[in-house]
């Protein structure tokens, strides 16, 4: 499945700790790109830096006009998957997903644009009282993996230049094929 996540009303004094937050996570969860509309090239460096550091070909696509964005994926066969406390819920939007879809989950920051509820394909609620989008995604990416039978910590990282052995305590990371405690 190719997932990208479009984040829209980015702020970059306010929002560039939880946009970065929400790269991580998607990364964390198996997604392949971010799309962040407005442009703020920290939030990409502070996110390739950990792409470099632990694997993976995750994307970061900056300064991107959100409409453009969504016109364009949707001419290629993409689907759009707005999270918002005011849609449908999230057992019945899994249902009209297929394992082969292309997937852009769209977070907003502040009030998003009210057109985003008529252009998005599914409008997908994760409980109906606000919370954040951090956890939103966490918990859409989460289902969605689930639904395909695949455990959501099991991604692989390739090219990465570190790897966590997990310990019952304490911290384990090989590092550059050197095992270092
Ligand atoms: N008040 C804003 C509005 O009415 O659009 C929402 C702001 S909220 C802090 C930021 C983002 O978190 C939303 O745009 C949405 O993507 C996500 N979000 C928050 N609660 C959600 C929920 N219950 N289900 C799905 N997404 C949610």
């Known amino acids: 499945m190719n997932i990208t996540i479009l984040r829209i009303g980015h702020r970059q004094e ?3 700790r939880v946009t970065t937050h929400i790269g991580l996570t998607a990364r964390a969860l198996g997604a392949d790109s ?3 509309a407005g442009s703020d090239k920290q939030v990409k460096e502070s996110i390739e830096k950990v792409t470099k550091c632990w694997g993976g070909n995750f994307a970061v696509h900056n300064n991107i006009d959100w409409k453009k964005a969504i016109i364009q994926w949707k ?10 406390m005011y849609g449908i819920s ?3 939007a899994l249902s ?17 644009p009210s057109e985003l509820y008529q252009i998005a394909d ?9 919370h954040s989008e951090i956890a939103a ?7 969605l993996n689930i639904k395909q039978g695949i455990d959501s910590f099991t991604h692989e990282y390739p090219g990465g230049k ?9 911290k384990k990371v090989i590092k550059d094929e050197i095992a270092q405690d």
């Open 75 to 84: 001419k290629h066969g993409g689907k759009i998957i707005h999270l918002t």
């Open 162 to 170: 570190r790897k966590i052995i997990p310990q019952a305590h304490g």
């Open 96 to 112: 009209q997903i297929h394992t082969d879809d292309k997937l852009m989950i769209v977070v907003g920051a502040e009030k998003v």
């Open 90 to 92: 999230i057992q019945e």
């Open 14 to 16: 306010r929002d560039a």
């Open 122 to 130: 599914l409008n997908v609620a994760v409980g109906n009282q606000p």
């Open 34 to 36: 971010m799309h962040l």
């Open 137 to 143: 995604l966490a918990i859409f990416l989460d289902r």
